[in-house]
């Protein structure tokens, strides 16, 4: 967790759709461990909504270690903004009975946008391990998401246009399920191909949409959007753009995504004098970032904001996404 300043100022006016050719910003956070977390977290979100995202995700323990918790904030969003949430939801370790059930509870809680993700498999596990449970990809949990939904919610009556007190039996009420896409390849996959394979599985799944890993340069996303497309993923591909703000936190995400260090970001972390100085150099990377991924056709930017309003606030007005006089 990040221990930057806090804006104390409302933001209510910074609306990136008040800007011409504005682009479409999400976030993530992610459940407090404890519910002391929870005001300054409600805090957070208050400020992030008055920027009208597209939607604010929040991630999921694998295992479902934060099921209470992370649905705790998910209704909050729900009934406190005007903003659509989005369930991280994992399927790791669990049976189908397990996951069927969570799916249930979130979609009686009102959840009806995922994102639908296999999680990390506990540590010491191999791939055959019993342990890892009976859903073996994001891509099973896509189709047990619209399963579930649909034997809930088999079909609803539909008003007919111009025929006053007629209705008519449609669809039922649709689920939006997202998926993870790995521009720079997931650690455990043996070629680029496999993550293209893996996302067009998903999209055969119904999954609607993909948020990448974070990525260090613009090309990197482009690119894999590029072998994505000519290899026939037709859905929107949102990059997920990281600020980081300190060589630790650089650190840790390379311990977590395998990618090789970033050298230009790396040395400019290293370079700076003191803690505000680094946070200014990974403020400027992830603006730099979202410019050169929206210039080059990203149909909007997912910023991860690590429960923390300023940095990620800094940096759509770094990236001229919200306006520069609203700066505290
Ligand atoms: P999958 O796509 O099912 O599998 C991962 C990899 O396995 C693939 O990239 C591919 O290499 C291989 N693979 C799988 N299926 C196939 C196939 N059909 N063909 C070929 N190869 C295949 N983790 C959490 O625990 N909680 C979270 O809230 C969370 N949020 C995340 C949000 C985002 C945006 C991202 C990018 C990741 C998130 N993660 C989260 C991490 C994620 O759970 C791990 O990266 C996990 O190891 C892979 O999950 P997945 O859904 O991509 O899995």
Redo the contacts with the bound molecule.
Sequence with gaps: MSHEPRATAPIAGEAITALPGAAAVSF?IYPPRTSDGLPALYETIRVLAGIRPRFISV????GGSTTDRSLAVLTHILRETDVPPVA?L?CVGSSYAEATGVIRTFLDAGITRF??????PPAGATEDDVALGDLE???QLVQLIDRVQAERSPYREQEIPGVPGAAEVAAGEPVEIS????PNG?P??RHRF??I??LL??QAAGATSA???LFFHAEEYLEFVDRARRAGVTMPILP?IMPITSPGRLRRVLELTGDPRPDDLATALDAAADNAAQRAVGIAHAAELARAVLDGGAPGIHLYAFNNHDTVLAVLRAAGLIPEETTP
């Design positions: 993530e991630t999921f323990g694998a991280h994992t994102l639908a993700l296999r999680g990390d990809s994001a891509a998926v993870a896409a790995f997931h455990r996959s496999e993550d394979d893996a599985a998903k948020i990448t890993q997920g």
